[in-house]
């Protein structure tokens, strides 16, 4: 039988992953500046079960587990973020706010929109293993990259200055954040900013259809 594409063991950054999946997701923090140790730890969950997530991200105070098209399972992770959020009453008084997170990391969303990208990239694709969804976003004070959930108040995970008032969140549906490129989040914005300029030509070409 054929080994799965994402199940072939890869090196990156001098760190031997079980998977290329794995080390595509390394590559897109790197990218988005975010830190990460792999597999820095066994952890007994409260059921009694043995548990070692792929990606600690350190400065953030979140989890991410990869999961391949063939890892469907996804119990463990949200064991353990039902586990490690926040169980404060009252203002979270929590080490990184709101309780740490942890997400799963699945392979890139092809983009019909970029059809020169390799098989395997496109735009990272995640979602929140336990409670609300989790959106990328960065600290105006700090300029760090981590995700957060909608709960108020919006402050960074990594400085815990205030988010402001209006802060872009970024959802993977948005399709904007580059995966396995080492792609940032000014490209997001780049990308953001060329989406919304194709838009309004688009418009403005109905417009004068309409006009016709």
């Excluded at 998977?19 to 830190?35: F, M, P």
């Excluded at 706010?97 to 699945?106: D, I």
């Excluded at 995640?126 to 409670?131: D, E, F, K, L, V």
Aim: hydrophobic share 35%.
């Amino acid at each position: 039988m054929t080994e799965p594409i994402d199940a072939i063991p890869t090196t990156y950054a001098g760190t031997r992953f079980r998977s290329r999946l794995e080390a595509d997701w390394a590559i897109t923090l790197d990218g988005l500046g975010i830190v990460w140790e792999y597999e820095p730890e066994l952890i007994v969950l409260p059921s009694g079960t043995q548990y070692v997530p792929d990606f600690w991200l350190p400065e953030v105070g979140t989890w991410l587990e990869v999961k391949g098209p063939n890892t469907p399972r996804r119990e463990k992770a949200t064991e353990l973020g039902k586990a490690r959020a926040c169980h404060c009453t009252g203002t979270c008084s929590c080490r990184w706010p709101g309780g740490e997170l942890v997400l799963l990391g699945w392979p890139s969303h092809r983009s019909p929109n970029r059809p020169g990208y390799r098989a395997r990239y496109g735009h990272a694709w995640w979602g929140a293993a336990y409670g609300p969804s989790a959106y990328l976003t960065e600290c105006p004070s700090c300029a760090r990259a981590h995700w957060v959930t909608l709960r108020r108040p919006w402050r960074c995970r990594g400085c815990r200055a205030s988010l402001g008032a209006t802060p872009r969140f970024y959802s993977p549906a948005e399709q904007l954040i580059r995966f396995g490129e080492g792609g940032s989040l000014a490209s997001a914005h780049v990308d953001e900013d060329m989406r919304q300029l194709a838009e309004e030509e688009r418009l403005a070409e109905a417009g004068d259809d309409d006009g016709w």
